[in-house]
């Protein structure tokens, strides 16, 4: 998807926390770093319509997310954080399909759909297991199965991998590796860029380098020296 | 302990009753539970739901397992009738205590939370009429069943939290970081909903 950013500037209150924003991105690997607080998140979340500027625009593939939040949101998949924030389900079956209400498909594709993706995603055989029951990992596995099941043509991830260990971190970021579609990283692990098309850094609400990876990491690491 | 959601997979006759049913019938054991008046007949009923228990392959441990949590509440009220109203009544108000929540855990071990929400969207139908949304409903049941788990491990940080900076048991150094922590929760959960096109 082409992903134009134009003038976007976003203030809680009287606090500005992004600040005249202007990007425009159709790469398939995007990552975005910097410092806690610097408006990474709140990047992030303008992609899906779940935070509307309060000035500029933001567009994907043409569609502004002030008016068309919906069609939007089918298009772009969003992981968290925390995994426990957004599975909504009961099991972890039950969270997989939830996604797929929307497509209102007949409950035999959609028992179909839940079954490959998890499989695919390693999570065979725990289909009717309660989700508060998986670890750290696994739940932050079903999160990712669930958005992906709906087959999104961009996935916005808020550092998916920051509480995990490091071997399910490592699970997780070859996952999103593979994957086909187009992606937008937000990530403190900055080792996970090394192969991305382009990363951005945020410093106190402002864009301030837009690089390949290596340059990106290293003119954020100047900006704490 | 019965913490709803806890469905055991299996493809036993009970697996496989519709949910509908299985809840009348709970319904039904509720209000017929007046009705047993006698030791006798609330052994055979207990007995009935017992053999439930091992028609659906759940294993001996599954009955003791929903029982656990109200022992102390069980042995009180045992000893309350035994003093006030002797043993035939105790047994009958025990063991009616007990026919329930055995029933209930049974429902709810055999019964997929979907299977159940489902019965619940039907019920409220009649609702939309008067401007309610089935499926908001069916929804909300399917959230509440999801947090509980995840305000219990709340619960437990908070106490875990507490203890590592050696703070005795104070009610409200345990109540306010917990409804911040749930309503953190909340919103979270609500934005991830929104994300997840609950809207659509
Ligand atoms: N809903 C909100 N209401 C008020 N202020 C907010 C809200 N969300 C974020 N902020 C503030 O906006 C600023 C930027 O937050 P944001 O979450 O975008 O940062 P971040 O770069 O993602 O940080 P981190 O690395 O800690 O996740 C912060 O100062 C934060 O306190
Ligand atoms: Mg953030």
């Excluded at chain 1, 850094?201 to 990876?213: I, K, M, S, T």
């Excluded at chain 2, 207990?46 to 509440?73: E, I």
Aim: glycine residues 8%; contains cysteine.
């Amino acid at each position: 998807m082409l992903i134009e950013v134009t003038g976007v500037s976003h203030r809680y209150g009287s606090r500005t926390v992004l600040a005249d924003v202007t990007v425009s991105l159709d790469e398939a690997r995007i990552g975005v770093i910097g410092a806690n607080g610097s408006g990474k998140s709140t990047f992030a979340r303008l992609l899906n319509a779940l935070v509307v500027p309060t000035d500029g625009r933001v567009r994907l593939d043409g569609l502004d997310t002030a008016r068309s939040a919906r069609d939007v949101r089918r298009r772009v998949g969003f992981c968290f954080t925390d995994p426990d924030a957004q599975i909504v389900m009961p099991t972890v079956a039950e969270d997989v399909a939830f996604g797929l209400r929307r497509l209102r498909l007949s409950k035999a594709a959609v028992a179909d759909k839940v079954q490959a993706a998890l499989t695919s995603y390693g999570l065979d055989g725990h289909a009717d297991h309660p989700a508060h029951l998986l670890s750290g990992g696994q739940k932050q596995l079903l999160a990712l199965a669930s958005v992906l099941v709906t087959e999104p043509d961009l996935l916005v991830l808020d550092e998916p991998t920051t509480l995990l260990d490091l071997a399910n971190a490592r699970r997780v970021s070859e996952l999103v590796a593979a994957l086909p579609q187009q992606v937008l990283l937000v990530t403190h692990h900055l080792d996970l860029l090394a192969a991305f098309d382009r990363v951005l850094v945020f410093h106190e609400g402002r864009l301030v380098a837009d690089d390949a990876p290596a340059a990106a990491v290293s003119f954020y690491r100047g900006l704490l020296a | 302990m019965n913490v709803l959601g806890s469905y055991v997979p299996g493809t036993s006759a009970l697996h496989r009753a519709p949910a509908g049913a299985k809840l009348a019938v709970l319904v039904g054991l509720g209000a017929g539970s007046v009705l047993l008046q006698s030791p006798v007949r609330v052994a055979v009923a207990v007995g009935v739901v017992l053999v439930g228990y091992l028609v659906a392959g759940l294993g001996w441990r599954a009955p003791v397992d929903q029982l656990r949590p109200l022992v102390w509440l069980l042995g009180f009220t045992l000893v309350f009738h035994l003093v006030v109203s002797g043993w035939p009544r105790a047994t009958v108000v025990v063991g009616t205590v007990v026919l329930l929540v055995l029933a209930a855990g049974l429902v709810t071990l055999t019964t997929r939370t979907t299977a159940l929400v489902e019965v619940v969207v039907k019920l409220c139908g009649p609702l939309r009429r008067i401007g309610v949304d089935p499926e908001r409903v069916g929804l909300m049941v399917a959230l509440g069943v999801r947090c509980v788990p995840v305000v219990i491990t709340l619960a437990e940080q908070v106490r875990d939290a507490q203890r590592a900076r050696g703070l005795t048991a104070s009610p409200r150094a345990f109540a306010v970081p917990l409804v911040v922590r749930a309503l953190r929760h909340a919103d979270g959960l609500g934005e991830a909903l929104v994300a997840r096109g609950v809207d659509d």
